[in-house]
């Protein structure tokens, strides 16, 4: 079966002209693939589940597939990407992805077949000023990735619109045609690693009549500045009826986007321009005819005649090869694995655990770690080379080994997380990194199928848990979801049926995390609520209605004393009031507005009093603002707002985590629960506790708080749609462990949230009262989870991973930020850009916060580089030169954009920087509010 694909130019062309085509995948071949995941899963199951430690239970044919994938990844040639034409739902349609071939030779032949006269390989830098055939108002810039069928694609690194954002379009791969490349249509930004050698003419953009051509139309040849014929297309002058151009005055020749062979010629009283071979329309008439002069030879070139592009490709080839010293890593050489039984050997030897489930989710968790640090953050497609020099670095380094480390700080961030991941293996033996890049292959085969395979499959069945078969869920949903049930061991009670699903729960470590990630992005798209456009594409839709929110009042409210007054003026209170009639629907919208930098959103967001508008910035602002508001504490050490209180651990600063919060008991001093005296037998109170937390007391301190736990989840659902990291410190075990059905420890549990409890209760009796009513609430949380985010599919992802991608970085990593930074008036070598850097640095953590919100309205940073949707952007302010140690920076929030004076000292800089994030109140005026509006805001409570 075929699939199909076009699209149009993201950038600022404006035709849909360009198709791809790429042979589908049937439901056979899917089905297939998911029996040959489970084949694969066999043998970790196996040991989950037997004494079984055997090394050698991968089935034969897919040890030889592992082999296959080694020797793919370490020729470091091929690149597997989506395009544009792969549909918004990236699992949806494989069919559209491309694997691209980075090979000089091949992208050379790419080039030949565009006619241009340089050879762009991957990882040039190329400045576009075409598109769809029409050049552009504003020049964009782009990375050659490499060619597929013929075709060179590419990818838009900086688009000169609205927002500066790529996730409008451009950050997919496309491909060139013809009409983008002529007239200097791409120019090389720096040399280039085609060394400036001259690619040759391939025989069809050439003149291969020896006489050069005629003039026969009667009316003469118009000659224009442009292969295309449109308005902006100038008339440069006729060529006269009767005009023989010599072949060497030809200089081109090609088809426009009408079909219209057109030449480029010289023409010594008008100049360069383009003249048609024929009229278009009418009757067609030739403008003008080959000349063939008997006995008379072609224009001798210093190449000779090539036909295709391939023949072009291989002659550039021969004289690349001789001035190149890149196209053989010679260090790559001491990774080859040159038979199947070496690299069966390899992969067998390279385990750093007893166990092999153990040892390969180590294995994953390290190739995952050095991937972060790569473009793309895939650790499926990214490159030998990166992986091989990062596990080079963490083996010799664990074993206490000096390696020269590359100065590069993209290579050395990969390099130091490789090595943090095999810090910690301290008694086992560490295999040879040769032996783990293979072992690393092997994971890689796994999860190349597995991307595939997810799609496709229920990751918790109805008929687990099933009543049918004796257990405690009836047909259809299970207690146990979500972590709703706090006695999993009830579960070894009864029959559990086997599945693909549950193999795949039970090793979900082995799965990398970018693997896991594209599916839960895939699902989430896929359950977007459709938005249709407005008639106006800088207008958002009717849909997306508009949310009002008094910051200052807010502000204002929670300044006091008075919790009722804070649980009704906060800007959590207002959001909730506001949307509470909403459906799960209204908030899994995902509109992009046109100019808001990419920002996904569910609403619009009014501050009053404010004079802002949304353009992106307010909108993260009030997710922001309402995660700070609900960790605030009141004058009892418990929470303002009656949604989240600390922990007793953090009230009394005592234990491990000091900085967590937990769900709040509401007016109560404790948590209370009834008790029955009535003598039952043990399977009664076994069921009993199974559903305890859907059956304890309830009262309306408890139905206040489980409302609010309820809209929190809506919140941080609705924020992870839109790519908005929220401010959570909630603990592990009791709520992102139970969320994604991890494995259960009471004691580790109440040692993370109340130490003292943890010492006094009897070990083995029933859980504290603490964790029972923290799991109660984690039901309400969880619920309004699941409003916005399909909460079954969570189950893939271990706690850890679902804080960091729901939370993202705790910290704000100085280092992540500088590698995501653009400048504009300054250079990286400028004194004020180093004062910036190192004030940055010398924060505290409380600051850092400070500062993101306020150069971006949020408070967290994205996990690693390829999450970012923009760049961060360091503007001068050149307005205040004269006085610039007297000025204030200033920020634009929808645009991550700083607007720094140029400071004369570092002190001077820290001091205007601190003094501005601490004392902003509300966001820079985008137009005057009248005074009813500044009244309403600034009202009295």
């Not at 690693?864 to 006085?883: G, L, T, V």
Request: charged letters at 25%; glycine letters at 8%.
């Amino acid at each position: 079966m075929a699939s199909r694909g076009t699209e149009k130019h993201w950038g600022q062309g404006d035709s849909v002209n360009k198709m791809d085509n790429q042979l589908g995948v049937d439901g056979v071949d899917y089905l297939r693939n998911i029996l040959a995941v489970d084949e694969i899963l066999n043998p970790y199951f196996a040991e989950l589940n037997t004494e079984n430690r055997a090394w050698s239970g991968h089935p034969e044919w897919f040890k030889r597939e592992a082999f296959n994938e080694y020797q793919r990844w370490s020729s470091s040639r091929w690149y597997r990407t989506v395009t544009r034409g792969s549909g918004p739902h990236r699992l949806a349609t494989t069919g559209l992805d491309v694997e691209l071939d980075t090979s000089p030779t091949a992208c050379a032949a790419a080039c030949a077949g565009l006619g241009l006269r340089f050879a762009l390989l991957a990882g040039d830098r190329v400045t576009v000023k075409r598109s769809a055939g029409r050049p552009l108002e504003l020049a964009e810039e782009a990375v050659v990735l490499g060619a597929h069928q013929g075709r060179l694609y590419y990818r838009i690194v900086s688009q000169k619109n609205e927002g500066g954002s790529l996730t409008e379009g451009g950050g997919r791969a496309w491909f060139w045609d013809e009409s983008e490349v002529v007239d200097d249509g791409l120019q090389l930004v720096g040399p280039g690693k085609g060394m400036g050698i001259e690619l040759p003419l391939i025989d069809r953009f050439r003149c291969l009549s020896s006489g050069g051509l005629r003039i026969v139309y009667d009316g003469g040849a118009v000659m224009r500045s442009d292969l295309e014929i449109f308005d902006r297309s100038a008339n440069i002058g006729t060529i006269p009826c009767g005009t023989v151009i010599p072949q060497n005055q030809v200089l081109e020749r090609r088809v426009n986007s009408c079909g219209v062979v057109r030449f480029r010629v010289r023409y010594d009283t008008i100049g360069e321009g383009w003249i048609s071979s024929r009229i278009r329309g009418g009757k067609e008439e030739a403008i003008l005819e080959p000349v063939h002069s008997p006995g008379k030879e072609t224009v001798k070139t210093k190449y000779p005649r090539f036909e295709t592009p391939e023949e072009s490709a291989t002659a550039w080839y021969r004289m690349f090869k001789k001035v190149s010293t890149e196209h053989i890593d010679p260090q790559l050489r001491q990774w080859d694995i040159n038979s199947f039984d070496e690299f069966n050997r390899l992969a067998s030897r390279a385990k750093i655990d007893n166990s092999l489930v153990s040892s390969d989710s180590k294995i994953a968790a390290l190739i995952t770690a050095v991937a972060d640090f790569t473009e793309g953050g895939d650790a499926v497609d990214c490159s030998f080379g990166e992986a091989a020099s990062a596990v080079a670095y963490a083996v010799a380094t664990a074993k206490g080994e000096t390696i020269a480390e590359s100065g590069n700080a993209v290579n050395s961030g990969a390099n130091q997380a490789a090595a943090a991941v095999l810090a910690t293996e301290e008694e086992v033996e560490l295999p040879s990194a040769k032996a783990l890049m293979a072992r690393i292959a092997v994971l890689r085969a796994l999860n190349r199928r597995a991307r595939v395979a997810l799609p496709w499959l229920m990751l918790r069945p109805s008929q687990e848990g099933t009543a049918i078969l004796g257990g405690l869920c009836g047909h259809g949903a299970s207690v146990e979801r979500a972590g709703r049930n706090k006695l999993l061991d009830s579960t070894d009670m009864w029959v559990q049926v086997s599945s693909v699903a549950s193999r795949i729960r039970d090793c979900r470590q082995l799965f990398f995390l970018s693997v896991k990630l594209s599916f839960l992005e895939s699902v989430t798209n896929a359950t977007t609520t459709p938005t249709p456009l407005s008639h106006d594409e800088y207008e958002l839709p009717r849909e997306i209605r508009t949310v009002r929110v008094n910051r200052l009042k807010a502000r204002r409210a929670m300044a006091g004393d008075d919790n009722r007054t804070k649980r009704k003026h906060s800007v959590f209170a207002q959001l909730q009031n506001e949307t509470r009639t909403w459906g799960g629907a209204a908030l899994r919208r995902g509109f992009v507005a046109k100019g808001h930098g990419g920002q996904k959103r569910a609403f619009k967001v009014k501050l009053v009093g404010e004079g802002v508008n949304d353009y992106s910035g307010p909108y993260r602002e009030v997710f922001t603002d309402a995660m700070n508001e609900i960790v605030q504490e009141d004058a009892n050490g418990r929470g303002a707002l009656g949604v989240l209180d600390p922990t007793p651990n953090n009230n009394s600063q005592i234990g491990d985590d000091q900085d967590l919060y937990m769900f709040s008991i509401g007016e109560r001093e404790s948590p209370e629960f009834g008790t029955d005296e009535r003598r039952i037998s043990s399977e009664e109170n076994r069921i009993k506790q199974t559903f305890s937390s859907l059956t304890m007391p309830r009262d309306e301190s408890s139905r206040e708080v489980e409302e609010s736990l309820v809209f929190l989840g809506r919140l941080v659902g609705t924020a992870f749609r839109h790519g908005i990291p929220v401010d959570l410190p909630l603990p592990m075990n009791v709520v992102w462990k139970s969320i994604v059905e991890d494995n259960d420890d009471d004691d580790a549990a109440l040692k993370e949230m109340d130490l003292l409890e943890r010492r006094r209760i009897v070990p083995n009796k029933a859980s504290a009262e603490t964790l029972l009513w923290q799991q109660r609430m984690l039901n309400s949380f969880v619920d309004g989870l699941s409003n916005v985010l399909p909460v079954e599919i969570l189950s893939l992802l271990t706690g850890v991973e679902l804080r960091d991608v729901l939370c993202g970085n705790a910290d704000v990593d100085v280092d992540l930020l500088r590698r995501v930074v653009e400048y504009e008036g300054y250079q990286e070598e400028d004194p004020v850009v180093s004062y910036f850097w190192d004030s940055l640095r010398e924060m505290t953590a409380k600051d850092r916060k400070k500062f993101l919100q306020f150069v971006w309205a949020r408070s967290r940073l994205p996990n690693k580089e390829s999450e970012f949707d923009a760049p961060f952007k360091i503007q001068r302010d050149s307005s205040r030169d004269d006085d610039a140690d007297v000025a204030l920076p200033s920020a634009s929030t929808c645009f991550f954009t700083l607007t720094l004076p140029r400071y004369s000292s570092k002190d001077v800089l820290k001091e205007k920087l601190l003094f501005a994030i601490d004392n902003v109140c509300t966001m820079e005026s985008d137009y005057v509010t009248n005074d009813a509006e500044v009244g309403e805001g600034w009202r009295g409570l």
